[in-house]
């Protein structure tokens, strides 16, 4: 499938001589590896592994910066949408608590005082050597939140991202990841879950006139929604649930409409959540309580309440196990050249490594074979071979 994806996406480099597909795919074993850098990639050149992989030798790591500097993302976009259709085509993307779910979240990928390029936002910053101007790169990625194929994980999505522009808010800079994302993907999602940066009237008008429903957190306490909601929890009796290990009292108020400026009446949802936790300092038992509040668009009739906690804890899918694992595990967030246009080519090119491998793990290994062996510990297999096998050609070879 690698193959016949990465053949249509092309570069901008008039003449050349080493295929776009070449540089593409040793990107996707240098990430499927995570060997975190192209210096390390560079290590292991001389591995047996890339003649299988690529039927020619590696070429250098600066060919493969600089054909990602002129990469069309677009094609790569197409890229991430085949590998969506396949797996929708093959059942694999079930509904999630009776929905098609979406969220959506933004990224600082790196900070530096330094190095800069002309798609670095900036922002001045107090140190100790007086204020400076420390230049990053932030972007907002949109991942998609199927349900789990009986005795399998999750299967989780990376979709799109969108880089934040200077002079610009990361709810813009969302708007226009949902325009392009809503187009290539009208039926993929109903319902886009976001951190409460996103509890805006522009973010709810825009998913609603497209027919989407939103779920985001609400704590601004100077909303008027969050007053009105403060001063009717005491008038109003919870109903007790559970999600997880924990006792929760839940609020559930529906046809809240102070807040004018969205285009529709809203739902706000309050989780108060207790569980026993044990101290590591004293060893005892002590109850910890948090206090989660929600605002969506959704009705109770379309997404009951025990759902809607559900759904307003999903929103950490994307930490936990799309930014976390992209800069833990795989180096996403490692400046491969520090162009914009770069950058953006080598994020989404992580992100065609990161579906396909996540669905291999989840849907084509059996599980008496995937049983307590950790998703690391398959990429690390594949270093191993790398690493291996440049180690044998070396010692071969006269130096
Ligand atoms: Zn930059």
Known sequence: MADEILAKIPDRRPAPRIPTAVSLKAALAMFWARLGSLNALETVSSARFWQKWLGRRL??????GRVHAQL??????TGLHQVYERLKRNQALP???GRDVAVLDGHESHASYRR?????????????????VQFYHRNVT?????????GRAPLRLLLDEEPQRPEEDEVATALRLLTRVLAAYPRAFDLVLADALYATAPFFNFLWDHGKHTLTVLKDERRNLYQDVQGLFPLVPPQKGRYRQRECLWWDLADLVSWPQVKTPLRVIRSLETCAVRSQLTKQWVQQTSDWIWVTTLPAAQLCTERAVGMGHQRWDIENHGFNELVNEWGADHVYKHEPSAIEAFLLVAFLAYNPFHAFLRLNLKPQIRRCRSV?????????????????????SPP
């Open 142 to 150: 949109l991942m998609l939140l199927p349900g789990a194929l009986p």
């Open 95 to 97: 509904l999630n608590l």
């Open 72 to 77: 069309h993302c677009e094609e790569l976009r």
């Open 59 to 64: 070429c250098s790591v600066d060919t493969i």
């Open 376 to 396: 690391i510990f398959w990429a690390r297999c594949l270093a191993a071979e790398i690493y291996l096998d440049a180690g044998r050609t070396r010692l071969r």
């Open 116 to 132: 800069h390029c002309c798609g670095c936002l900036r922002r001045i910053v107090s140190t100790e050597r007086g204020e400076r």
